[in-house]
């Protein structure tokens, strides 16, 4: 019999560990605060609470509530990341390089009215407004493992959709391969476009097979609120099995063409980021190891790295995409 | 019309300069101003201060400071020089055993929280990573600098080969800001990079201009 254990990288779900422990272990906090009768300020936070949402509302942005996804892979039991770590630890060159940067910097960008552009090889072009694409399909909540390319990784409770919802609705041509993602670039509002970091505006993209797999999320929100502006406020992308910087923020616009896209990353450093860009432990960055990494806020100083997963741990959902294909050459 | 900054002054201002270098408190006081970092990072990683990522946090501020006082240590020469101050030259021993200290704290920063002490895997990553391995040199370098810097070695070295041995930091300002320099490639991300290599690069050029110029007679 083979015994997994979480020394070999494998993660026992255990139920309890969706609610981060602070929560339930506030709740006799919050009967004493009750019993003495001072409960009335701190009873914000229950109010705060969605009954539809798995995780707490961190209270501080508009809620956008998702039910429960009956896709496979959809909600991992890991521990969530405290949201104050998840949003103010983040990759957002627009606002700057240091990963304390976009938390400080992104309170500029305008998020209303907001519209997304979908073009190219479609049936249906069309142009959304932010309302409407919020309204095109039901929000779910999606509790994601994400793994940047960095070696570190957090777990978060997106809000959102599968991609391929909208896909289905603006019907892909024949001859459409890939789907390129490009983000905002706004040089009043986003104080380092115009840096010589990368070339602007910011492109992700994903072969069309990849975008419809239903764990490819558009996504509006997380942890029961709409997204944060350092987190790609009002609309990004979130592709669990590739690095995080697939997954572009703030998108402006979605073409469908017949050529792989030039992504930014790409551009800057082909030997170091590929266009598939998979999670993958076996295949190193060229200036340090992917085969393990450090989950933010839960291991502590001292606590060894845990083990990366192939494709992020999403193997039995995506793996099939990449059958046959030389992951090692095709990174 | 105002009068000209009396030229009297500056004597006078460099009397008490010097009698404050030579001070004698002015050693500890230094001592423990080099310290303050060293106290900020261990008081932050003990109350949990560093951030979502300390482990990186600790490394890259130690790494930062090591460039820092490596900056320091070798700007007390032409300060000393320039200003005329032979008094700055009593500092440069524990300035330079500082960058050796922020450097061993920045290497177990790595060794220990991004590695795990894990010897092998240390050794594969030295070897494998240019940037790793650059950074380990310049490590490896600074060592018989800090291990002669006692006056019973410099007397048994004989002060001229203590000097010529000493000469290695310049090579190490050159490996760690190449270590700092290939660190940011990856992201493009050389403003501080920049900065670093100008400061160290004026440092190390005054050296060059002196000695060039000390050749022709």
Known sequence: ?331 | MPAPAPAIALPAARVRMKSLLLHPAAKPVVFILSLLPFCWLLYAAITNNLGANPAEALIRSSGDWTLRFLCVVLAVTPLRVITDAPALARFRRMLGLFVYFYVVIHLMSYSWFDMGFDLPDITKDIIKRPFILVGFSAFVLLTPLALTSFNRAIKALGAKRWQTLHKLVYGVAGLATLHFFWMRAGKNNFAEVFVYAGILGTLLGWRLVRYVSKKRP
Not at chain 1, 52 to 74: F, N
Not at chain 1, 75 to 80: D, L, S
């Open chain 1, 1 to 331: 019999m083979i015994i997994k254990t979480h020394r070999d990288g494998f993660i026992h779900p255990v139920a309890s560990d969706v609610t981060p422990a602070r929560v339930y272990e506030g709740r006799r906090d919050m009967i004493k605060l009750m019993a003495t009768g001072v409960a009335g300020a701190a009873m914000a936070s229950w109010a705060a609470r969605d009954a539809r949402a798995q995780v707490a509302r961190p209270g501080k942005l508009a809620a956008l509530s998702g039910a429960k996804s009956a896709i496979a892979g959809a909600a991992t039991m890991e521990k969530i990341t405290d949201y104050k770590d998840a949003s103010s630890y983040n990759n957002f060159y627009e606002f700057g390089t240091d990963k304390s940067d976009p938390a400080k910097n992104a309170h500029t960008l305008k998020t209303t009215p907001w519209t997304v552009e979908i073009e190219g090889l479609v049936k249906k072009p069309a142009k959304y407004a932010l309302e409407d694409l919020l309204k095109l399909s039901a929000q779910e909540e999606r509790i994601y493992r994400l793994r940047c390319v960095e070696g570190w990784s957090m777990v978060i409770p997106w809000v959102g959709y599968s991609l391929s919802e909208l896909i289905k609705k603006v019907e892909p041509l024949g001859n459409a391969k890939f789907v390129e993602f490009v983000t905002l670039a706004d040089p009043k509002t986003m104080p380092f476009v115009g840096s010589r970091v990368l070339d602007w505006p910011y492109v992700e993209g994903l072969r069309l097979d990849e975008a419809m797999n239903p764990l490819t999320l558009l996504s509006f929100g997380m942890y029961g609120e709409v997204l944060p502006n350092q987190s790609g406020a009002p609309v990004r992308l979130v592709v669990p099995w590739k690095y995080g910087f697939k997954s572009g923020k703030s998108l402006v616009k979605i073409r469908f063409t017949d050529k792989m896209p030039a992504t930014a990353w790409n551009k800057a450093a082909a030997n170091e980021y590929g266009f598939y860009s998979n999670v993958n432990p076996d295949v190193d960055h060229p200036r340090w190891s992917q085969a393990s990494e450090r989950r933010i806020g839960d291991d502590g100083l001292l606590a060894k790295k845990r083990k990366t997963l192939i494709f992020n741990g999403y193997e039995a959902q995506v793996g099939q995409l990449y059958a046959g294909m030389d992951l090692k050459k095709f990174y």
